[in-house]
């Protein structure tokens, strides 16, 4: 091989054309190239089009989308000019992907072993024994536990952290020039991130492949590639050296990104006032088996916003769900406003489901999609103060407007708005209510970094105009440390630490705590050295 | 996994003793009872009431159910009106020939059924997609007696290659039997494909929607593979319990293609039954279809609940 680069892309144009003509462009003009043991970050939000340039890399355009301009020269042969069977075999020893959920990219129906090895032989590079043994080696390298059987399993046998090391696994199998990661650890809780990404730097540093990482996450990212490149609406804003872009970006949306972590604006104000929500010693379980709740006890004033932070499994979501009645506690009491509130939702009265409400996750799936925004909002403004049909629509242009949503929505459909529209109007049905507290599940977790961002504003917002109280359950900390006075950490269904933020964040940290905050990804390139030399 | 695989088996055998009463208050409830059946024009007041003291019809109908499905469960169907003969040894022979013509069907429907499924799913959207869709399509939708009378014009009366008739008999070697039940095979074979392959295309093409397929793609697979090695053992479950349905229709509900053929097969010989007003009989041949058709959709459940490595292999 030369010493050119592995890969050189020029110019790249990526179009959506379907029966109705051609649609919008994904990728616009978008040129870099990459040598042999180099790392490129492809940064942005969604749509921004990086998995689509991923992809492109593969030979591959998810349906209705076709390249429409530019060269794409892998090893100096140019993948768009190539034969489907040339683009296939490149696949593999040439190019390799990563995707971003293990858990539903690999095949349930087969073991690991059998999925990782299955290119190397079908390819005829390597004979099943080679293969094997090529599979338990990179489990080695991936520092995954009990590396001679681990491919025994199937793999809902695995843990996600492991599911995505073991996707590295299949992809490394038939030793590819270029590894495509697309956003590998944004599922995974931010423990497990630290150990999954530390995995990957090694695998790329030993095997010397040049790779693409795919990431919304700028402090992720900055861990692992040498350059980095920021993408906005399929477009390229700006291009250099990590260090270069961290510490000093030119553009101002990069700015903007740089700076979000460093953002912090306050939590409401604690109040000297009675509790309105008190949970005293609650225990709760799906199967009466396992606790996945145990004995956990914690306030919420009026104006407060208390964070419950905790990994998956923690038991977080099922809090608040019993908090709401969906999941009946088994000891314990939830308190109200003084009063006790019934273990079942349908044993609480109008006026106590009216006064705690609840966001959701992911505003795709909470809002039905076959109803307009004015039957969505207007529902509990009916059905909670029974107002007639000119009221309804005028509480919820109201409504509308105090979430900076045009009047003109009112007869939309959730279809037509975008995910942090979508959020907005969950927000609004939460609020037809004029509850007293709010439940927040990961409101911002399935948004976009800034659309997030601007989401929590809005809640801050409205906390001040309305005095509106949160239970705000997360993952992520740098939200936390933003938004709320109060904070629970949790951890197998156990309350580790509680109190004021600024009293659970600073020294001295419960280690539980102290892991969590140090795994949160900081701006700056040699922080997972760092965080790695700290534990090691 | 064995417990529910016990639970399963649990359920299909509270499921066949429900069937049992049905079975049996159907036939308490027709027109008629057994003593009337065997007295027919005989029948006066006095000699209907003294056989059916002969017989225990004045005990009440629970205890005459416990009775029958007690002796049912070791073996005894009871007395034949017509000719006096055990009920089991009319059955053993009808029995065979229906589950022969039944196998021979699956065996050769089956493997092909789920062929063009997988061919269909290959290539998706292509002249072969939408002419096998078309050509099953029409065959399902052709009543079954014009199928078989179709394929008796053509196959057994102008080019003579099958008999037309299918009367075999308890010592008919095993490859006659084949040459004489071909045509009724094919007629049910091009009865029953269509569903079963619908559903292997169907099912197979919703889960190439999945992310583990765009990933088994990505990784270089070819499509082949991709559909079969993927695809397919994923989309086992449905087509499992869709190729249960078809198999207990053939055992079932082929009686119009046994007249057709004149192939003596329990069908034919319960519709003998009924007109002859022989009770015993047709209760006994509602016992066996109720236990085939629930017998055959547990295998399914079963062999599902196998095929999932969630279900077969816990954390």
């Known amino acids: ?536 | 996994m064995l417990r529910l695989v016990i639970q399963r088996l649990g359920f299909g055998a509270m499921t066949i003793l429900a069937a049992s009463v049905l079975i049996f208050a159907g036939t308490e409830i027709l027109p008629g009872d057994l003593a009337s059946a065997i007295l027919q024009n005989t029948a006066t007041p006095e000699n209907l009431a003294e056989m059916r003291l002969q017989l225990g019809l004045d005990r009440p109908a629970v205890v005459r159910y416990v009775e029958w499905i007690a002796r049912a469960a070791q073996g005894d169907l009871g007395v034949s009106l017509s000719n006096q003969r055990p009920v089991a040894d009319e059955l053993a022979p009808r029995l065979r020939n229906s589950f022969f013509l039944a196998g021979f069907s699956a065996l050769v429907a089956v493997p092909l059924a789920v062929f063009l499924g997988l061919m269909a799913a290959i290539y998706q959207n292509s002249f072969y997609d939408r002419a096998v869709n078309f050509f099953t399509l029409m065959t399902i939708s052709i009543p079954e007696y014009l199928v078989g009378y179709l394929l008796v014009k053509y196959l057994s009366v102008r080019w003579q290659i099958f008999p037309s008739l299918a009367n075999v008999m308890p010592e008919t070697t095993f490859v006659d039997r084949i040459d004489l039940t071909f045509l009724p095979m094919l007629t049910l074979v091009l009865v029953v494909v269509a569903h079963m392959m619908r559903m292997t295309r169907a099912s197979v093409l919703n889960i190439m929607a999945s992310p583990y397929i765009e990933m088994a793609f990505l990784k270089g697979l070819t499509k082949t593979r991709v559909v079969v090695r993927h695809a397919f053992p994923n989309a086992l479950a449905p087509i499992i319990a869709v190729i249960a349905l078809n198999l207990a229709y053939l055992v079932v509900g082929v009686v119009v293609v046994e007249s057709v053929f004149v192939y003596p097969g329990l069908g034919q010989l319960l519709v003998d039954a009924v007109s002859k007003h022989d009770v015993p009989l047709v209760q006994a041949c509602g016992l066996i279809f109720s236990c085939v058709f629930i017998l055959l959709n547990l295998t399914a459940d079963v062999l599902g609940i196998i095929s999932n490595p969630r279900l077969r292999r816990p954390r």
């Open chain 1, 1 to 536: 091989m030369s010493d050119g680069p592995i890969l050189d892309i020029d110019k790249l144009r990526i179009e959506v054309r379907n029966d109705a003509g051609p649609g919008p462009v994904l990728v616009d003009d978008i040129s870099f190239t990459l040598h042999k043991g180099q790392v490129l970050g492809l940064i942005g939000e969604s749509g921004a089009g990086k998995s689509t340039i991923g992809m492109a890399i593969l030979g591959y355009t998810r349906a209705n989308c076709y390249i429409t301009g530019g060269r794409l020269l892998f090893q100096g042969r140019d993948i768009r000019t190539m034969s489907p069977d040339e683009r296939r075999a490149l696949r593999g020893p040439g190019v390799a992907y990563i995707a971003q959920s293990a858990a539903a990219s690999f095949n349930p129906a087969h073991t690991l072993m059998e999925q990782i090895c299955e290119i190397p032989i079908q390819l005829g590079l390597m004979s099943l024994p080679e293969a094997q043994a090529r599979a338990i080696e990179l489990f080695r390298e991936l520092d995954l536990p009990n590396p001679d059987h681990f491919g025994e399993r199937y793999p809902h046998q695995v843990s996600g952290g492991q599911l995505q090391r073991a996707m590295a696994a299949m992809a490394m199998a038939a030793k590819p020039a270029v590894l495509i990661f697309d956003e590998p650890t944004t599922a995974l809780d931010v423990t497990t991130q630290v150990e999954v990404l530390a995995s990957f730097r090694k695998l790329i540093r030993e095997n010397g492949t040049a790779a693409i990482y795919i990431t919304h996450d700028l402090a992720v990212v900055a861990q692992i590639a040498d350059d980095i490149m920021v993408l906005r609406h399929g477009k390229m804003v700006e291009y250099g050296r990590a260090d270069d872009i961290l510490q000093n970006p030119q553009q101002d949306y990069t700015k903007r990104l740089v700076a979000e972590r460093a953002e912090g604006h306050g939590g409401g104000q604690a109040q000297a006032q009675a509790a309105l929500l008190e949970i005293r010693h609650v225990t709760a379980s799906y199967t009466g088996l396992v606790r996945v709740i145990d004995d956990v006890s914690l306030a919420v004033s009026p104006g407060d916003t208390l964070a419950v932070v905790g990994e998956s499994g923690s038991g977080k979501s099922t809090l608040a769900r019993v908090v709401m009645g969906l999941l009946a506690r088994e000891q314990g009491d939830v308190r109200f406003a003084g009063d006790s509130l019934p273990a079942r939702l349908k044993d609480r009265t109008r006026e106590q489901l009216r006064r705690v409400q609840m966001i959701y996750q992911s505003p795709d799936v909470a809002l039905n999609p076959s109803q307009t925004l004015l039957q969505i909002i207007g529902r509990p403004v009916q059905f909670y103060f029974g107002r007639d049909r000119a009221a309804v629509r005028a509480r919820v242009l109201e409504l509308l407007k105090m979430m900076d949503l045009p009047a003109d929505f009112i007869d939309r459909k959730p279809a037509a708005l975008s995910g942090g529209q979508k959020q907005r109007v969950g927000i609004a049905r939460a609020l037809a209510a004029e509850p007293d507290l709010i439940i927040c599940d990961e409101v911002t977790s399935a948004l976009d970094q800034l659309v997030g961002e601007e989401i929590l504003r809005l809640l801050k917002r409205l906390q001040d105009e309305l005095g509106v109280a949160y239970l705000f359950i997360t993952h992520d900390l740098g939200v936390v440390r933003r938004i709320a006075n109060k904070v629970a950490v949790m951890r197998h269904g156990v309350v580790v630490a509680a109190g004021e933020t600024k009293t659970v964040f600073a020294p001295p940290m419960h280690p539980y705590t102290e892991l969590l905050l140090s795994s949160v990804p900081e701006m700056r390139s040699d922080w997972l050295d760092d965080v790695l030399a700290g534990r090691a």
